[in-house]
């Protein structure tokens, strides 16, 4: 009985054991984390472009639109065309936004989209959504 006692024989996979449950919620919290950080980054680099693109291309003012006019249909199309993240947004475009610019006459000029989704947070053990919000303006 005492040579069982004293056996160290399975301690390393006990400990193993132990460890396991944090190294994964480690490593699956980063891979959660990076994908948060590049649908942010996604978010806020499609704005900008919806907000160019509304005032100066042509092929978002024609993106579903036969007149070329500008609206948040087109505008709100051709930023979903453009969108790679996660988690499906919905964009918004504005014309009266406040643009404000440093020595504008008009306070209100510039075109700008507002994008907003929510992002889905899953860790296996540990559930949210978390707000997303992306804001750009171009003159």
Not at 2 to 26: D, N
Not at 74 to 103: E, H
Not at 112 to 118: G, I, K, L
Request: one cysteine or more; proline letters at 3%.
């Amino acid at each position: 009985m005492r040579r069982f006692t004293r056996s160290e024989e399975g301690a390393s996979a006990a400990e193993f054991a132990l460890i396991l449950p944090v190294f994964l919620l480690f490593v699956f919290g980063l891979i959660e984390f990076g994908m948060l950080l590049f649908t942010t980054n996604q978010l806020h680099w499609t704005a900008e472009q919806a907000a160019r693109c509304s005032s100066v291309s042509m092929s978002c003012k024609l993106n579903g639109n036969a007149t070329g006019a500008v609206t948040n249909t087109t505008v709100g199309n051709y930023a979903k065309s453009v969108y790679k993240g996660l988690a499906g947004p919905t964009f918004t475009y504005d014309t009266n936004g406040g643009c404000s610019r440093t020595g504008a006459s008009n306070t209100n000029s510039g075109h700008r989209v507002t994008a907003s989704a929510n992002f889905k947070l899953n860790l296996g053990v540990y559930y949210r959504s978390i707000p997303l919000t992306a804001d750009a303006c171009f003159p």
